[in-house]
Nanobody, 119 residues
Framework: QAQLVESGGGLVQAGGSLRLSCAASGSIFSIYAMGWYRQAPGKQRELVAAITSGGTTTYADSVKGRCTISRDRASNTLYLQMNSLKPEDTAVYLC?????????????WGRGTQVTVSS
């Protein structure tokens, strides 16, 4: 019954903003660590941002100052606010969750949402 569904991706010009959403089914995710990965063709999968069940956040150096991860337990939704987007941010963004940590082989994944940033 555990399921993650992303939305909010799209095409945006450099310097623009997007807010990605990840709807999590199952209340078990409220006590899971969650995060956002991104995967671009020819590049290694990268953890963009993570948030623990207690609300502690971490970010990749490449997005620090431009992205904010948050979670709304009332709606069971994870968010990634992305500002000042750059062409190198172009990738499929995937929501992930794990009972312990998302920084090493998360157990649960969404299918991804495409973010394309034009120059």
């Amino acid at each position: 019954q555990a399921q993650l569904v992303e939305s909010g991706g799209g095409l945006v010009q450099a310097g623009g903003s997007l807010r990605l959403s990840c709807a999590a089914s199952g209340s078990i995710f409220s006590i899971y660590a969650m995060g956002w990965y991104r995967q671009a063709p020819g590049k290694q999968r990268e953890l963009v941002a993570a948030i623990t069940s207690g609300g502690t956040t971490t970010y990749a150096d490449s997005v620090k100052g431009r992205c904010t991860i948050s979670r709304d337990r009332a709606s069971n939704t994870l968010y990634l606010q992305m500002n000042s987007l750059k062409p190198e941010d172009t990738a499929v963004y995937l929501c992930a969750a794990d009972r312990v940590s998302v920084r090493y082989h998360p157990d649960h994944w969404g299918r991804g949402t495409q973010v394309t940033v034009s120059s």
